[in-house]
């Protein structure tokens, strides 16, 4: 059984960079298929998918958050990473990573989650 | 992006009842749609993918139906546990979009 867990610190200050990890057990990172993704959601509102990593380190950002975000992966460690620069109060939000899966050809769903980190932007 | 749209935005139900919750995309997205049920505090589920296909594990009181740009979510007798959030999300073009949600309440 796959697992995800997020971690990274709760509290960045605005202007800094954010940044969490994705430590994945259970099954390989490497693995044919499988896009390793971070979607976040602000406090009470809905979700928004903010971009995948393949493990050859091929990536793709959502093109609103393109200029500030950077997703990269340690196959060695088994974790992908996310950095998101030039944090505002608006980047306030719970962090979740998963993994998307691509079967027989079709595009790739998230069909495992992490349980997500709070990380709340504030001096 | 393509915009999902969802409705209602909250439904009040009782155990038992079915219950039937839509989503519209804003352009076709052929079959690439996902449901995903979300407790407070918890990570989403998926539920079903490709519009109809049942995640493993999933009840068999949940199905999804729909093509192009309409979607519909059924939860056939509603039980105490489906209580909960649902999204729906197209993966057909980047970036994958996800609805506003709706919020199924004990009535």
């Known amino acids: 059984q796959v697992q995800l867990q997020e971690s990274g610190p709760g509290l960045v200050k605005p202007s800094q960079t954010l940044s969490l990890t994705c430590t994945v057990s259970?099954?390989?990172?490497?693995?044919?298929?499988?896009?390793w993704t971070w979607i976040r959601q602000h406090p009470g509102k809905g979700l928004e998918w903010i971009g995948y990593?393949?493990?050859?380190?091929?990536?793709y950002y959502n093109p609103s958050l393109k200029s500030r975000v950077t997703i990269s992966v340690d196959t060695s460690k088994n974790q992908f990473s996310l950095n998101l620069s030039s944090v505002t109060a608006a980047d306030t939000a719970v962090y979740y990573c998963?993994?998307?899966?691509?079967?027989?050809?079709?595009?790739?769903?998230?069909?495992?989650w992490g349980q997500g980190t709070l990380v709340t932007v504030s001096s | 992006d393509i915009l999902m749209t969802q409705s209602p935005s909250t439904l009040s139900a009782s155990v038992g009842d079915r219950v039937t919750i839509t989503c519209r995309a804003s352009?076709?997205?052929?079959?690439?749609l996902a449901w995903y049920q979300q407790k407070p505090g918890k990570a989403p589920k998926l539920l079903i993918f490709?519009?109809?296909s049942l995640e493993s594990g999933v009840p068999s009181r949940f199905s999804g139906s729909g093509s192009g740009t309409e979607f519909t979510l059924t939860i056939s007798s509603l039980q105490p546990d489906d209580f909960a959030t649902y999204y729906c999300?197209?993966?057909?073009?980047?970036?994958?979009?996800f609805g506003q949600g709706t919020k199924v309440e004990i009535k």
């Open positions: 998963a993994r998307e899966g691509s079967y027989s050809g079709s595009p790739p769903v998230a069909d495992y």
């Open positions: 259970g099954g390989s990172i490497s693995g044919d298929n499988y896009y």
């Open positions: 990593i393949y493990y050859s380190g091929s990536t």
């Open positions: 352009d076709t997205i052929r079959s690439w």
């Open positions: 490709k519009a109809s």
């Open positions: 999300q197209q993966y057909n073009s980047y970036p994958w979009t």
